[in-house]
């Protein structure tokens, strides 16, 4: 049973926009929500985390927004360049299951010039 | 580089066989986690460990197992191989049980033909 749902597969913006990925969970435990970057041939990259006692979380160019009543949170990359293009993870956790992180099924961005 | 280092980076095999794939965590990270990134089935969690014992067990087959060493590092072994074994494991780290952040190595490329 999937229990995160990441939205769109895939995305294409152009430099300088703002592309936005959202994920929607069912499990009210979960306590913890990050975001990973990964490149080609590499390994997850933690991007950005939020908890749910807060609505919203800024990191350089990168937010998270968090509603917890609909159990969705999203990303938002602000003035987006090429170099951003990758494959984007949403996971969530909770403390009492060991911290193991639960994946969305990823968002390929392509960032176009 | 996180600092999570994982040998091999690829490995290619016959099925039927077995193989051994090694992590060693971050310095000072008690807690190793190891997942498995395919085509069809997106990152999924496998097993924890925490200094040295088993803590959390997640979609990990029969034909696997891991363990951790009192050096911290963690071997996953898969073993009686099959064509739907092929994937990238990630080894990834965190300083304690249940620390939030985890840390991800390069992953292991395991192709089995």
């Known amino acids: 049973q999937q229990q995160v749902k990441q939205s769109p597969q895939s995305l294409i913006v152009q430099k300088g926009g703002i592309p936005i990925i959202n994920c929607a969970y069912e499990?009210?435990?979960?306590?913890?929500f990050p975001w990973y970057q990964q490149f080609p041939g590499k390994g997850p990259a933690l991007l950005i985390a939020?908890?749910?006692?807060?609505s919203e979380k800024k990191e350089g160019r990168f937010t998270i927004s968090f509603n917890k009543s609909a159990k969705q949170f999203s990303l938002h990359i602000m003035d987006s360049q090429p170099g951003d293009s990758a494959t984007y993870f949403c996971?969530?956790?909770?403390?009492?299951?060991?911290?193991?992180?639960?994946f969305g099924t990823g968002t390929q961005l392509k960032v176009e010039l | 580089d996180s600092g999570v280092t994982q040998t091999p980076k690829h490995l290619i095999t016959a099925t039927g066989q077995r193989v051994t794939l090694r992590c060693s965590p971050r310095?000072?990270?008690?807690?190793v986690y190891w997942y498995q990134q395919s085509l069809d089935q997106g990152l999924q969690f496998l097993i924890q460990?925490?200094?040295?014992?088993?803590?959390a067990k997640g979609n990990i087959l029969e034909r696997f197992s891991a363990q951790q060493f009192p050096d911290l590092h963690s071997e996953l072994n898969l073993s009686s191989l099959e064509l739907g074994d092929s994937a990238l494991y990630f080894c990834?780290?965190?300083?304690?049980?249940?620390?939030?952040?985890?840390?991800f190595g390069p992953g292991t490329r395991l192709t089995v033909l």
């Open positions: 996971a969530a956790s909770m403390a009492g299951g060991g911290n193991k992180l639960t």
């Open positions: 310095s000072g990270d008690l807690s």
């Open positions: 499990n009210t435990a979960f306590d913890y």
């Open positions: 460990y925490y200094n040295g014992e088993e803590r």
């Open positions: 990834a780290s965190s300083p304690r049980q249940n620390t939030d952040t985890q840390y």
């Open positions: 939020i908890r749910p006692d807060v």
